[in-house]
């Protein structure tokens, strides 16, 4: 079939030049849709193809791809609101681009274009043309993302499947008496020349750490003077233009959101984060609990030593939590099944655990089984969503009742139904219903997933981005200090 659709089309079309797609696209302005034409509009300079059933003609177009069809809206006027037809350009971005989703596209280009945190015009839509879309996302350079984390670092190019590399973060480079600045320059150029990438080439998308979570001046000309660190050195290295997003609103965006409450399970702490409309709402209050992975690795550590089992690192006991714990929907229950499997860690042998799979995942819910005094993560959520509704936005009002998580700990099997039940036996019925809890959509690396989706828009970079010359130099940047 595609044969002889092909050859029907050399027939019409043996005689054309090379048209460039970033040059016929822009000469026109796509705004009607082709459903509201008839067949009949198109006039007989297309030969015998006038001929030929409308799918059969749409057939032909998907079969050419994206830079012979492109040529279409110069040289052929029957054939030119054909071309443009949004469907068929939905096709082309389908087949022709290497995206997670089409989901993850079609968010990313109508509401991330408007930049981050989103303005005020975001309901203000133009009618999108994906022609043009098309023709933008081949001419974006893309990005190097670098997402930094709370336990490691993830890094790699966002026209990548996935992060290509992982190192430690930039925590590591030195200890906490080094200047940020002289730390953040050695972690990137040590990013930087793992990949094997001059900095100049590529703007930088950087995930910011959620520290100094409050609202106040203090907390405020903290996050500022990080920030003011990472924008210096990565603009001494001649990096074009640098994007600073912090990494719940990443996750958020990942889960093709811009509204929503994040919980990042990390590395040493769990934040719960009000996000409205792409910006971290901290008057409402940054939730943090002081209990993060590295707790629920250590409690397994501590129940296998008292069997006589002794690791010589961290890994093999994470290795083990990843692959044999889970989330309890009813801890109490649990207790009383047979909970024992095993799972063989290379080169350390065969491991087996019974009811230390679900006991470690319950320390979130029940934080003093780990000798930890604070409030289930529950509860935290909670207490963040009863303040997210006393405020009474204009706008939606079930902005909150939507929770992302987030972290390599937040994709325990399991977590998502029992944070769910909590939350409905702990709320009002009005609050309540319609909870969404969504597991990270790209487990550890979501954070980086979302910057990825940042880094391929057809409008970036853009808004939400430092240019280097428009960056106002310091020259107190050697005294930044965190």
């Not at 893309?142 to 966002?158: E, L, P, Q, T, V």
């Not at 990137?188 to 094997?196: E, G, P």
Request: glycine share 6%; net charge positive.
């Amino acid at each position: 079939m595609s044969f002889v659709l092909r050859k029907a089309w050399e027939l019409f079309f043996t005689s054309t030049t090379p048209t460039p797609l970033s040059s016929s696209i822009s000469n026109f302005n796509y705004s009607k849709d082709l459903s509201e034409l008839s067949y009949s509009a198109f006039s007989s300079d297309i030969g015998h193809l006038e001929k030929l059933p409308f799918d059969i003609l749409m057939q032909i177009l998907k079969l050419l791809g994206p830079k012979e069809v492109a040529k279409l809206s110069i040289i052929c006027k029957s054939l030119r609101y054909l071309v443009k037809d949004n469907r068929l350009w939905v096709h082309f971005l389908q087949i022709h681009q290497s995206h997670p989703s089409w989901d993850s596209l079609f968010f990313a280009e109508t509401t991330l274009i408007y930049g981050f945190p989103l303005p005020s015009l975001i309901g203000q839509r133009p009618q999108l043309s994906f022609m043009q879309i098309y023709g933008q996302r081949e001419q974006v350079p893309g990005a190097i993302i670098i997402d930094g984390g709370s336990g490691y670092c993830k890094f790699g190019w966002s026209k990548y499947e996935c992060p290509s590399g992982r190192s430690a973060t930039f925590l590591e480079f030195g200890n906490i008496e080094t200047p940020m600045y002289t730390r953040l320059r050695h972690f990137f150029a040590t990013i930087y020349n793992r990949m094997q990438v001059k900095p100049n080439t590529q703007p930088v998308i950087v995930s910011t750490p959620l520290c100094h979570y409050e609202d106040t001046e203090a907390a405020k000309a903290s996050r500022r003077q990080l920030k003011d660190a990472i924008y210096s050195a990565l603009f001494d290295m001649n990096v074009p233009a640098v994007c600073a997003v912090n990494q719940a609103t990443l996750a958020l965006y990942a889960a093709k959101r811009t509204s929503g409450i994040v919980v990042n399970i990390g590395f040493q702490v769990t934040s719960v984060v009000p996000i409205l409309n792409g910006k971290v709402m901290r008057k409402f209050g940054v939730e943090v609990m002081r209990l993060g992975s590295l707790k629920l690795t250590g409690f397994i550590r501590e129940k296998m030593e008292l069997n006589n089992i002794r690791f010589e690192s961290l890994y093999t006991v994470r290795t083990l939590k990843e692959n044999l714990c889970y989330v309890a929907l009813d801890y109490e229950a649990e207790l009383l099944k047979d909970t024992q499997a095993s799972f063989e860690a290379t080169g350390e042998g065969w491991f087996t655990l019974s009811k230390e799979r679900f006991q470690t995942g319950e320390i979130l819910f029940q934080p003093h089984l780990a000798g930890v005094q604070a409030t289930g993560l529950h509860q935290t959520i909670a207490r963040c969503m009863n303040r997210c509704h006393s405020a009474e936005l204009a706008g939606d009002n079930d902005w909150y009742k939507t929770i992302v998580l987030c972290g390599g700990t937040a994709c325990l099997p399991g977590l998502t139904e029992r944070l769910e039940k909590e939350l409905r036996a702990l709320l009002p019925p009005y609050m309540s219903n319609g909870i969404r809890v969504i597991p990270p959509p790209y487990g550890a690396d979501t954070p980086w997933f979302g910057a990825k989706i940042i880094g391929n828009v057809s409008t970036f970079p853009g808004r939400g981005c430092v240019a280097k010359k428009k960056f106002p130099q310091k020259s107190t940047r050697f005294n930044l200090l965190w």
